[in-house]
């Protein structure tokens, strides 16, 4: 794996074009879903970072991207989760709208874990770990690891809208836009509004203008 600053993403195997879905683990909008769905069509290959698919969750709207594959007899090849190490993978599966067809997920190695924490390091500031306390701090890395295992072309991110200021600090899906998407302008990211619309000016969102130091990660 390559952890180079000059690319935020290494070289991925995946079918192309691959997209990596981000979101909320609670509170999703229906229409969100929706949008999901529709997105993923277009993809070739999708990952993300383990969570079960069912209801309320952002990965609900995988469900009917797993269940085509899976009717194709593809989803070896084209839909991919990863977990902390030290896990069997098997919680990824337990998921009420699994119905048995979501694969395991795939463990990262403990030095892919060190060396996604030396990453953020300075991508977002030595003080990272302080804003992601406790079971933040294990999410946050492996979204690091898991980019640069499965570098996507488009990360597509469920939007928490109703986010408060005081939560920015410890919200993984901003430390990984910060982190990969400022540095990198070949990342594409397609932020899906409550609404079920793409944000077209993220510039009006409070936390688009926040800096790591602002947000005590320096």
């Not at 993403?9 to 691959?18: E, T």
């Not at 809208?161 to 540095?183: D, H, P, Q």
């Not at 793409?198 to 990660?217: C, F, I, M, N, R």
């Amino acid at each position: 794996t390559s952890w180079a600053m000059g690319s935020c993403f290494s070289k991925s195997p995946h079918p192309r074009p691959h997209a990596r879905l981000i979101g909320m683990s609670t509170g999703l909008d229906p229409r969100q879903t929706k949008a999901v769905t529709a997105l993923l069509e277009q993809y070739a290959s999708v990952s993300w970072d383990g969570d079960q698919v069912k209801p309320g969750v952002f990965t609900e709207g995988l469900a009917p991207y797993i269940e085509r594959a899976h009717g194709q007899g593809r989803v070896a090849e084209t839909v991919f989760a990863r977990c902390l190490p030290g896990l069997d993978g098997t919680y990824t599966q337990k998921g009420s709208l699994a119905k048995g067809l979501v694969p395991r997920a795939m463990a990262i190695s403990q030095d892919e874990y060190n060396m996604a924490c030396s990453d953020l390091d300075k991508r977002l500031g030595s003080k990272w770990r302080q804003g992601f306390k406790d079971d933040m701090e294990g999410y946050m890395a492996l979204a690091a690891a898991h980019c640069a295992l499965a570098r996507p072309d488009v990360v597509i991110w469920v939007l928490d809208e109703k986010r408060t200021e005081e939560r920015y600090s410890n919200w993984a899906c901003l430390g990984e836009y910060m982190a990969f998407a400022k540095l990198d302008s070949n990342v594409e990211y397609v932020v899906i509004r409550a609404d079920g619309t793409v944000a077209e000016d993220l510039s009006a969102y409070p936390w688009a203008s926040k800096t790591p130091a602002q947000l005590g990660w320096q």
